[in-house]
């Protein structure tokens, strides 16, 4: 069954103090919903979402952590998703903006659940192995697959102190020499230095 065929699962919210105002409203709320939101993405969001509410690594904590522990709980998360196989292999001989949003949709429901694993996702695996497929070679493939596969741990180090993110601004340069076969690195003043590296920590 396509998906635009299957019905949007919309589950009824917990009853609460709200109950009574919404049964007042003149409208549906789950019909608005679909017209504000794809109902393709609300689809994967609750897929995602009935999917991790089975896994106990996924269970809302009644505490905070210690930085150390949220740190490991967050890579055990990111470990575990790879594991799970939220993105059926079929996505990927499908068209790239329908592909983009809906590895998006994943992230987005991730983000709710636990927005440590979701940044870690977006910019350890997402934003790395697109630089690496638009700028990359053959070459790099057993890279890519292993940050795909959540065998290595990457990260970017693209925040300048003069600019933040601004990639355009970006003023420190790395030139590859063949001869030492090594890049040069230049940053030109303190201005121009990294100051934050995402993924990192």
Request: a positive charge.
């Amino acid at each position: 069954m396509p998906e635009e065929d299957k019905p949007c699962p919309i589950p009824d919210l917990p009853r609460g103090p709200l109950c009574e105002y919404r049964q007042r409203a003149k409208f549906s709320w789950k019909a608005l919903k679909q017209v504000l939101e794809d109902p393709n993405v609300i689809r994967i969001r609750y897929d995602v979402w009935q999917k991790l509410e089975r896994e106990p690594l996924f269970a809302p904590l009644t505490n905070t952590l210690p930085v150390d522990q949220q740190k490991e709980r967050a890579a055990k998360q990111v470990k575990r998703i790879a594991e799970l196989k939220l993105d059926p292999q079929e996505i990927y001989s499908m068209d790239y903006k329908y592909r983009v949003r809906y590895l998006m949709s994943i992230n987005e429901a991730l983000h709710a659940v636990c927005p440590s694993m979701s940044v870690k996702i977006a910019l350890g695996v997402g934003l790395f192995t697109n630089a690496l497929l638009a700028m990359g070679s053959e070459r790099h493939s057993a890279i890519y697959n292993a940050a795909w596969n959540r065998e290595i741990i990457t990260c970017l180090a693209i925040t300048e102190v003069s600019h933040g993110s601004n990639t355009k601004r970006c003023r420190t340069t790395a030139t590859y020499d063949p001869k030492t076969q090594e890049f040069i690195i230049n940053t030109p003043d303190f201005e121009a230095a990294k100051c934050w590296v995402g993924n990192l920590g």
